[in-house]
Nanobody, 127 residues
Framework: QVQLVESGGGLVQAGGSLRLSCAAS????????MGWFRQAPGKEREFVAT????????YYADSVKGRFTISRDNAKNTVYLQMNSLKPEDTAVYYC????????????????????WGQGTQVTVSS
């Protein structure tokens, strides 16, 4: 059974930083692309970043490019999202996700590409 568990969210002032973690279990982590999405109140869940199974190929939404960095540690079965220069508009619940099938093309930016989701972690950026 695939499980994804996010952690690291919290309250931070604008301009600050947070690092989110997503611990995966239930299958061979290194064979799967991982992604981060976010959902603000009243809005659709949107793509943030993705990292290919083979690493270090990454892809970012324009809104976070240059501020956020996705990385993975296959030895720890964990994917990270380092978020710097945070803005109030980054406030959302952040989810990590992974597709059902291993390997595959990059980048995967649509929610429809992902089958497994974590429970989410809240990030709140105050102005």
């Amino acid at each position: 059974q695939v499980q994804l568990v996010e952690s690291g969210g919290g309250l931070v002032q604008a301009g600050g930083s947070l690092r989110l973690s997503c611990a995966a279990s239930g299958r061979t982590f290194s064979s799967y692309t991982m992604g981060w999405f976010r959902q603000a109140p009243g809005k659709e869940r949107e793509f943030v970043a993705t990292i290919r199974w083979s690493g270090p190929i990454t892809y970012y939404a324009d809104s976070v490019k240059g501020r956020f960095t996705i990385s993975r540690d296959n030895a720890k079965n964990t994917v990270y999202l380092q978020m710097n220069s945070l803005k109030p508009e980054d406030t959302a619940v952040y989810y990590c996700a992974s597709p059902k099938n291993p390997y595959g093309p990059a980048p995967l930016v649509s929610r429809n590409n992902y089958d497994y989701w974590g429970q989410g972690t809240q990030v709140t950026v105050s102005s």
